[in-house]
Protein backbone atom coordinates (compact mmCIF):
# COMPACT_ATOMS: atom_id res chain seq x y z
CA UNK A 1 0.00 0.00 0.00
CA UNK A 2 1.79 3.29 -0.61
CA UNK A 3 0.95 5.87 1.68
CA UNK A 4 0.71 9.40 0.32
CA UNK A 5 1.22 12.97 1.64
CA UNK A 6 -2.58 13.53 2.00
CA UNK A 7 -3.33 10.46 3.29
CA UNK A 8 -0.67 10.92 6.53
CA UNK A 9 -2.86 14.77 6.48
CA UNK A 10 -5.88 13.10 6.93
CA UNK A 11 -4.74 11.17 9.37
CA UNK A 12 -3.14 13.39 11.31
CA UNK A 13 -6.58 15.83 11.00
CA UNK A 14 -8.60 13.13 12.76
CA UNK A 15 -6.48 12.33 15.96
CA UNK A 16 -6.09 15.99 16.57
CA UNK A 17 -10.19 16.42 16.36
CA UNK A 18 -10.48 13.45 18.79
CA UNK A 19 -7.86 14.45 21.14
CA UNK A 20 -9.77 17.63 20.81
CA UNK A 21 -13.11 16.13 21.70
CA UNK A 22 -11.48 14.34 24.69
CA UNK A 23 -10.56 17.49 26.39
CA UNK A 24 -14.24 18.78 26.62
CA UNK A 25 -15.77 18.43 30.30
CA UNK A 26 -18.78 16.19 30.20
CA UNK A 27 -21.44 15.40 33.03
CA UNK A 28 -23.95 12.80 31.69
CA UNK A 29 -26.42 15.35 30.42
CA UNK A 30 -26.81 18.15 27.60
CA UNK A 31 -25.48 20.96 29.05
CA UNK A 32 -27.50 24.43 28.27
CA UNK A 33 -25.34 27.01 27.39
CA UNK A 34 -27.40 29.92 28.55
CA UNK A 35 -26.19 28.30 31.80
CA UNK A 36 -23.80 30.58 33.80
CA UNK A 37 -20.63 28.80 35.25
CA UNK A 38 -20.41 30.94 38.44
CA UNK A 39 -20.35 29.34 41.96
CA UNK A 40 -22.04 30.90 44.92
CA UNK A 41 -20.72 28.56 47.53
CA UNK A 42 -19.36 31.59 49.00
CA UNK A 43 -21.58 34.53 49.30
CA UNK A 44 -18.63 37.36 49.15
CA UNK A 45 -17.54 38.04 45.94
CA UNK A 46 -15.14 40.59 47.31
CA UNK A 47 -13.06 37.74 48.46
CA UNK A 48 -12.21 37.02 44.76
CA UNK A 49 -9.50 38.43 42.50
CA UNK A 50 -11.50 38.59 39.40
CA UNK A 51 -14.01 37.13 37.09
CA UNK A 52 -11.23 34.97 36.01
CA UNK A 53 -10.58 32.96 39.01
CA UNK A 54 -11.01 29.41 38.83
CA UNK A 55 -13.43 29.10 41.83
CA UNK A 56 -15.75 31.42 39.39
CA UNK A 57 -15.50 28.72 36.20
CA UNK A 58 -15.94 25.45 38.09
CA UNK A 59 -18.57 24.09 39.76
CA UNK A 60 -17.49 21.97 42.49
CA UNK A 61 -21.16 20.62 43.20
CA UNK A 62 -23.75 22.37 41.09
CA UNK A 63 -26.72 20.09 42.49
CA UNK A 64 -26.11 22.37 45.92
CA UNK A 65 -25.15 25.76 43.89
CA UNK A 66 -26.75 28.68 45.87
CA UNK A 67 -28.34 27.31 48.46
CA UNK A 68 -25.93 27.26 51.20
CA UNK A 69 -26.37 30.73 53.41
CA UNK A 70 -23.96 32.34 55.29
CA UNK A 71 -23.93 31.42 58.98
CA UNK A 72 -22.47 34.65 59.71
CA UNK A 73 -25.83 36.02 58.94
CA UNK A 74 -28.21 33.93 60.68
CA UNK A 75 -29.38 35.43 64.03
CA UNK A 76 -28.99 33.60 66.99
CA UNK A 77 -31.33 34.44 69.98
CA UNK A 78 -29.64 35.09 73.08
CA UNK A 79 -30.26 32.91 75.96
CA UNK A 80 -31.45 34.48 79.35
CA UNK A 81 -32.43 33.44 82.84
CA UNK A 82 -36.19 33.75 82.43
CA UNK A 83 -37.28 33.38 86.29
CA UNK A 84 -35.21 34.74 89.09
CA UNK A 85 -35.79 33.95 92.68
CA UNK A 86 -34.25 36.33 95.23
CA UNK A 87 -33.68 35.68 99.31
CA UNK A 88 -32.31 38.59 100.57
CA UNK A 89 -31.00 40.52 103.83
CA UNK A 90 -30.26 44.55 104.15
CA UNK A 91 -29.36 47.09 106.79
CA UNK A 92 -28.57 50.65 106.68
CA UNK A 93 -30.05 53.82 107.65
CA UNK A 94 -34.04 54.09 107.73
CA UNK A 95 -36.54 55.36 110.04
CA UNK A 96 -39.14 58.27 110.29
CA UNK A 97 -38.97 61.70 108.72
CA UNK A 98 -41.35 64.78 109.05
CA UNK A 99 -41.62 67.99 107.86
CA UNK A 100 -42.51 70.01 111.11
CA UNK A 101 -39.96 71.41 112.78
CA UNK A 102 -41.53 71.08 116.44
CA UNK A 103 -39.93 67.25 116.72
CA UNK A 104 -36.52 66.17 115.23
CA UNK A 105 -36.32 62.57 114.08
CA UNK A 106 -32.93 61.38 114.07
CA UNK A 107 -32.93 58.09 111.46
CA UNK A 108 -30.83 55.26 113.31
CA UNK A 109 -30.45 51.95 112.10
CA UNK A 110 -32.84 50.00 109.69
CA UNK A 111 -32.45 46.00 108.86
CA UNK A 112 -34.76 43.97 106.77
CA UNK A 113 -35.44 40.70 105.00
CA UNK A 114 -37.63 39.17 102.44
CA UNK A 115 -38.33 37.21 98.75
CA UNK A 116 -38.30 38.74 95.57
CA UNK A 117 -39.27 37.29 92.22
CA UNK A 118 -38.06 38.69 88.69
CA UNK A 119 -39.84 37.56 85.60
CA UNK A 120 -37.45 38.85 82.53
CA UNK A 121 -39.57 39.22 78.87
CA UNK A 122 -36.22 39.17 77.14
CA UNK A 123 -32.48 39.42 78.02
CA UNK A 124 -32.54 42.99 79.24
CA UNK A 125 -35.99 44.11 80.52
CA UNK A 126 -38.70 41.76 83.25
CA UNK A 127 -40.61 42.66 85.85
CA UNK A 128 -40.40 41.82 89.77
CA UNK A 129 -42.51 41.79 92.89
CA UNK A 130 -42.08 40.40 96.57
CA UNK A 131 -42.62 41.02 100.30
CA UNK A 132 -40.39 41.77 103.20
CA UNK A 133 -40.18 42.83 106.51
CA UNK A 134 -38.31 45.71 107.54
CA UNK A 135 -37.71 47.23 110.93
CA UNK A 136 -36.33 50.50 111.78
CA UNK A 137 -35.13 52.84 114.93
CA UNK A 138 -35.63 56.14 115.47
CA UNK A 139 -35.14 58.96 118.09
CA UNK A 140 -36.89 61.76 118.64
CA UNK A 141 -37.39 64.80 120.51
CA UNK A 142 -39.42 67.55 121.79
CA UNK A 143 -38.27 70.79 123.18
CA UNK A 144 -40.26 72.65 126.04
CA UNK A 145 -43.63 73.30 125.75
CA UNK A 146 -46.42 73.34 127.86
CA UNK A 147 -50.22 72.93 127.99
CA UNK A 148 -53.78 73.09 129.97
CA UNK A 149 -56.72 71.01 130.87
CA UNK A 150 -59.94 71.01 133.38
CA UNK A 151 -61.49 68.72 135.46
CA UNK A 152 -63.88 68.12 138.33
CA UNK A 153 -62.69 67.19 141.85
CA UNK A 154 -64.98 64.71 143.90
CA UNK A 155 -66.79 67.57 145.65
CA UNK A 156 -67.63 68.90 141.92
CA UNK A 157 -65.71 71.87 141.50
CA UNK A 158 -63.61 72.43 138.55
CA UNK A 159 -60.18 72.49 138.46
CA UNK A 160 -57.45 73.98 136.07
CA UNK A 161 -54.67 72.02 135.41
CA UNK A 162 -51.79 73.34 133.93
CA UNK A 163 -48.10 71.74 133.00
CA UNK A 164 -44.89 71.92 131.27
CA UNK A 165 -42.49 69.82 129.92
CA UNK A 166 -38.58 70.55 129.56
CA UNK A 167 -38.14 68.05 126.92
CA UNK A 168 -39.01 64.80 125.68
CA UNK A 169 -36.80 61.93 124.06
CA UNK A 170 -38.11 58.95 122.49
CA UNK A 171 -37.12 56.03 120.78
CA UNK A 172 -39.54 54.73 118.47
CA UNK A 173 -39.04 50.61 116.75
CA UNK A 174 -41.19 50.25 113.88
CA UNK A 175 -41.99 46.58 112.47
CA UNK A 176 -43.22 46.90 108.45
CA UNK A 177 -44.60 44.89 105.87
CA UNK A 178 -42.94 45.66 102.46
CA UNK A 179 -44.70 45.08 99.27
CA UNK A 180 -42.71 46.41 95.98
CA UNK A 181 -43.57 46.32 92.17
CA UNK A 182 -40.47 47.14 90.00
CA UNK A 183 -39.14 46.93 86.73
CA UNK A 184 -35.68 45.57 86.48
CA UNK A 185 -33.35 45.95 83.36
CA UNK A 186 -30.36 43.69 83.16
CA UNK A 187 -26.76 43.98 81.76
CA UNK A 188 -24.29 41.34 81.65
CA UNK A 189 -23.68 40.97 85.83
CA UNK A 190 -25.66 44.27 86.35
CA UNK A 191 -28.75 44.28 87.33
CA UNK A 192 -30.96 47.91 88.16
CA UNK A 193 -35.03 47.80 89.67
CA UNK A 194 -37.03 50.66 89.90
CA UNK A 195 -40.50 51.52 90.63
CA UNK A 196 -42.97 51.76 93.56
CA UNK A 197 -43.24 50.29 96.97
CA UNK A 198 -46.17 50.11 99.56
CA UNK A 199 -45.35 50.46 103.46
CA UNK A 200 -48.04 48.54 105.60
CA UNK A 201 -46.95 49.38 109.44
CA UNK A 202 -47.28 46.34 112.12
CA UNK A 203 -47.00 47.99 115.26
CA UNK A 204 -44.89 51.00 116.62
CA UNK A 205 -43.29 50.77 119.95
CA UNK A 206 -41.42 53.58 121.90
CA UNK A 207 -40.22 54.68 125.36
CA UNK A 208 -40.44 58.15 125.87
CA UNK A 209 -38.32 59.95 128.91
CA UNK A 210 -39.73 63.57 129.72
CA UNK A 211 -37.69 65.93 131.66
CA UNK A 212 -38.42 68.60 134.55
CA UNK A 213 -42.31 68.72 134.47
CA UNK A 214 -44.03 71.07 136.65
CA UNK A 215 -48.07 70.72 137.49
CA UNK A 216 -49.44 73.71 139.25
CA UNK A 217 -53.46 73.53 139.69
CA UNK A 218 -56.10 76.84 140.44
CA UNK A 219 -59.40 76.90 141.56
CA UNK A 220 -61.23 79.77 139.51
CA UNK A 221 -64.25 79.62 142.16
CA UNK A 222 -62.15 80.04 145.06
CA UNK A 223 -59.22 82.49 143.06
CA UNK A 224 -56.82 79.53 144.66
CA UNK A 225 -53.15 78.45 143.11
CA UNK A 226 -51.81 75.40 143.97
CA UNK A 227 -48.32 74.79 143.48
CA UNK A 228 -47.06 72.11 145.79
CA UNK A 229 -49.34 69.87 146.95
CA UNK A 230 -48.71 65.50 146.22
CA UNK A 231 -52.44 65.15 147.41
CA UNK A 232 -52.97 67.09 144.35
CA UNK A 233 -50.34 65.89 142.15
CA UNK A 234 -48.40 69.46 141.64
CA UNK A 235 -45.51 69.77 141.90
CA UNK A 236 -41.52 69.71 140.08
CA UNK A 237 -40.59 66.06 138.52
CA UNK A 238 -37.50 65.59 137.57
CA UNK A 239 -38.14 62.23 135.55
CA UNK A 240 -40.57 60.44 133.69
CA UNK A 241 -40.80 57.33 131.78
CA UNK A 242 -43.18 55.93 129.92
CA UNK A 243 -43.80 52.99 127.14
CA UNK A 244 -46.39 51.43 125.19
CA UNK A 245 -47.06 50.94 121.56
CA UNK A 246 -50.05 51.23 118.90
CA UNK A 247 -50.91 50.35 115.29
CA UNK A 248 -51.35 52.37 111.79
CA UNK A 249 -53.60 51.37 109.76
CA UNK A 250 -52.61 53.94 106.63
CA UNK A 251 -50.00 52.72 104.33
CA UNK A 252 -46.74 54.31 103.29
CA UNK A 253 -46.12 54.86 99.05
CA UNK A 254 -43.17 54.69 98.56
CA UNK A 255 -40.47 55.27 95.48
CA UNK A 256 -38.18 52.71 95.28
CA UNK A 257 -35.04 51.46 93.39
CA UNK A 258 -31.87 49.10 94.31
CA UNK A 259 -28.64 48.12 91.90
CA UNK A 260 -27.18 44.84 91.86
CA UNK A 261 -23.83 43.27 91.10
CA UNK A 262 -24.22 39.58 90.14
CA UNK A 263 -21.58 36.97 91.18
CA UNK A 264 -22.18 33.79 89.45
CA UNK A 265 -22.02 30.70 91.84
CA UNK A 266 -22.47 27.32 89.13
CA UNK A 267 -23.94 27.40 86.24
CA UNK A 268 -27.51 28.91 87.63
CA UNK A 269 -27.37 30.28 91.32
CA UNK A 270 -25.52 33.44 91.81
CA UNK A 271 -25.45 35.82 95.01
CA UNK A 272 -26.60 39.16 94.50
CA UNK A 273 -23.98 42.54 96.10
CA UNK A 274 -25.76 46.15 95.96
CA UNK A 275 -27.36 48.97 97.62
CA UNK A 276 -31.03 50.21 97.89
CA UNK A 277 -33.54 53.08 99.02
CA UNK A 278 -36.81 53.76 99.90
CA UNK A 279 -38.61 57.68 99.49
CA UNK A 280 -42.34 58.24 100.29
CA UNK A 281 -43.44 61.07 98.36
CA UNK A 282 -47.26 59.94 99.94
CA UNK A 283 -47.16 60.21 103.60
CA UNK A 284 -49.36 59.68 106.55
CA UNK A 285 -50.87 61.80 109.28
CA UNK A 286 -50.44 59.45 112.43
CA UNK A 287 -53.46 58.49 114.54
CA UNK A 288 -54.01 59.92 117.90
CA UNK A 289 -54.31 58.29 121.23
CA UNK A 290 -55.39 54.66 120.70
CA UNK A 291 -57.20 54.13 123.62
CA UNK A 292 -57.40 55.29 127.21
CA UNK A 293 -55.41 52.00 129.05
CA UNK A 294 -53.31 52.90 131.98
CA UNK A 295 -50.05 52.36 129.44
CA UNK A 296 -50.57 55.09 127.98
CA UNK A 297 -50.21 57.48 131.54
CA UNK A 298 -46.61 58.60 132.62
CA UNK A 299 -45.10 56.67 135.25
CA UNK A 300 -42.83 58.73 137.50
CA UNK A 301 -39.82 57.01 139.23
CA UNK A 302 -40.47 58.73 142.59
CA UNK A 303 -44.93 58.13 142.84
CA UNK A 304 -47.69 57.85 140.66
CA UNK A 305 -49.73 60.66 140.01
CA UNK A 306 -52.59 57.86 138.88
CA UNK A 307 -54.52 56.90 142.29
CA UNK A 308 -53.23 59.81 144.61
CA UNK A 309 -56.66 60.61 145.23
CA UNK A 310 -60.35 59.75 144.35
CA UNK A 311 -61.55 62.67 144.58
CA UNK A 312 -59.05 64.73 142.53
CA UNK A 313 -58.73 62.03 139.49
CA UNK A 314 -55.33 63.46 138.61
CA UNK A 315 -54.32 61.63 135.16
CA UNK A 316 -51.57 63.55 133.01
CA UNK A 317 -51.62 61.80 129.55
CA UNK A 318 -48.49 60.32 127.57
CA UNK A 319 -48.47 59.70 124.09
CA UNK A 320 -45.76 59.14 121.70
CA UNK A 321 -44.53 62.21 119.45
CA UNK A 322 -46.04 60.95 116.47
CA UNK A 323 -49.72 61.46 118.23
CA UNK A 324 -51.67 64.02 116.66
CA UNK A 325 -52.28 65.98 120.38
CA UNK A 326 -50.51 66.28 123.16
CA UNK A 327 -52.14 66.60 127.37
CA UNK A 328 -55.72 67.27 126.76
CA UNK A 329 -56.06 69.19 123.83
CA UNK A 330 -55.91 69.14 120.14
CA UNK A 331 -52.77 70.41 119.29
CA UNK A 332 -51.30 68.82 116.59
CA UNK A 333 -47.54 67.94 116.74
CA UNK A 334 -46.51 65.57 113.51
CA UNK A 335 -48.22 65.72 110.28
CA UNK A 336 -47.35 64.26 106.88
CA UNK A 337 -44.85 61.35 108.79
CA UNK A 338 -42.47 59.59 106.05
CA UNK A 339 -40.56 56.43 106.41
CA UNK A 340 -37.45 56.69 104.22
CA UNK A 341 -34.37 54.17 104.00
CA UNK A 342 -31.45 53.48 101.81
CA UNK A 343 -28.09 50.90 102.31
CA UNK A 344 -26.75 47.84 101.58
CA UNK A 345 -28.54 44.21 100.15
CA UNK A 346 -27.30 40.91 100.03
CA UNK A 347 -29.41 37.97 98.60
CA UNK A 348 -29.17 34.86 96.89
CA UNK A 349 -30.58 34.16 93.48
CA UNK A 350 -31.73 31.02 92.03
CA UNK A 351 -32.44 31.35 88.32
CA UNK A 352 -33.99 29.38 85.55
CA UNK A 353 -34.10 28.89 82.17
CA UNK A 354 -36.50 29.91 79.59
CA UNK A 355 -40.02 27.45 79.46
CA UNK A 356 -39.18 25.06 76.27
CA UNK A 357 -42.49 25.29 74.13
Not at 43 to 62: E, H, I, N, Q, V
Not at 63 to 70: N, S, T
Not at 295 to 300: A, E, I, T
Request: charged share 20%.
Amino acid sequence: MRITSKYIFAQCAVLMIALLLSCLPYDGMARNRDQGTYTTLLKDPKMYTGKASWLYTYRFFPEIDGRLVDSSKIHIPEEYFQHRFQFYAQGGRAGFECNRTEVDFNQRFGFGCGFLYNHFFNPHWGLKIGAGLTVAITKAALGEYSDDYYIHDGEGDVVNYSYSVGSVHEDLSLYQLDFPLEITYQKKKFNLGFGMKVGAPITVNYDQKADNIVQTAYYPAYDIQVDESWVLGCGKFESVIDGSSYSQSPVFVMATADFEWMIPVGTKNAIGVGIFGDYTFCGISPSSRHNNSPNSHLKYKSGTMLSVSKDVPVNLYSESLLATQYGRTSRRMVSNLKFNSFGIRISYCINARPDKK
